[in-house]
């Protein structure tokens, strides 16, 4: 089945405790992006990938980090997390950045940082 | 800048009445349109795409959508609304020259009581 895994799917942490939060996708996606979804505020690129060692910032990068090593693969990572990132995160693919090509989204993780 | 407004937050509708949700948006260049449903504790699932050619787009679950360019307005329609169709939903848009980037409305919470 094509899909988006991301895991895990519920985490709470502590401040300043560093955390991975790992997608891969099966479809051989070129595109890649990691948004965050606040109530009121919608969904919020934080990181893209076009392609392989290939990666930009979004609109919210502050406190992130991201690699993209392999194609399928692109973790997210937050080197001291603080409260302020409590958020439902989602990863997204794409066959490729032209603009008609529309994103799969993985289920979504929902970290609580205290 | 590229933005993308949902003007409610909340649309309440009885079942089997028709039901709109509305999407206003702001790019540059033709834009490419897109709507997300997003379920409780589930990731967004794509609904329906405006690339080109008519106004008038039909996706899954019975939902259509209709641009209109001049209102630079891409409003979700369903003539008969389900119950099984509360949720929550995004109107995004991915505009020519920006990296691939899906740019979201705030989102609307759409209620369908018996």
């Known amino acids: 089945e094509a899909q988006v895994t991301q895991n895990p799917r519920y985490l709470i942490t502590v401040t300043g405790k560093k955390l991975t939060v790992t997608c891969s996708q099966n479809?051989?996606?070129?595109?890649m992006s990691w948004y965050r979804q606040d109530p009121g505020l919608g969904l919020r690129q934080i990181y893209y990938s076009m392609n392989v060692e290939v990666t930009d910032k979004g609109d919210v990068p502050e406190g992130y980090k991201v690699s993209r090593k392999e194609k399928r693969n692109f973790p997210l990572i937050l080197e001291s997390p603080s409260p302020n990132q409590t958020s439902l995160y989602f990863c997204?693919?794409?066959?490729?950045?032209?603009?008609?090509?529309?994103?799969?989204f993985g289920s979504g993780t929902r970290l609580t940082v205290v | 800048a590229q933005s993308v407004a949902q003007p409610e937050d909340q649309v309440n509708v009885a079942e089997g009445n028709p039901l709109t949700v509305k999407c206003t948006y702001s790019?540059?260049?033709?834009?490419?349109l897109f709507w997300y449903v997003q379920y409780p504790n589930r990731g967004l699932q794509f609904l329906l795409k405006?690339?080109?050619?008519?106004?008038l787009v039909k996706g899954s679950y019975g939902f259509e959508a209709e641009f209109n360019k001049s209102q630079t307005s891409f409003h979700l329609k369903k003539p008969s609304a389900l119950v099984s169709d509360s949720a929550l939903y995004f109107c995004?848009?991915?505009?020519?020259?920006?990296?691939?980037?899906?740019?979201f409305g705030q989102g609307t919470e759409l209620s369908v009581k018996p």
């Open positions: 790019v540059s260049g033709n834009p490419y």
């Open positions: 405006y690339i080109t050619g008519d106004n």
């Open positions: 997204a693919s794409s066959q490729r950045q032209v603009e008609g090509y529309g994103y799969t």
């Open positions: 995004a848009v991915r505009a020519p020259n920006q990296g691939g980037k899906l740019i």
């Open positions: 479809m051989n996606h070129e595109y």
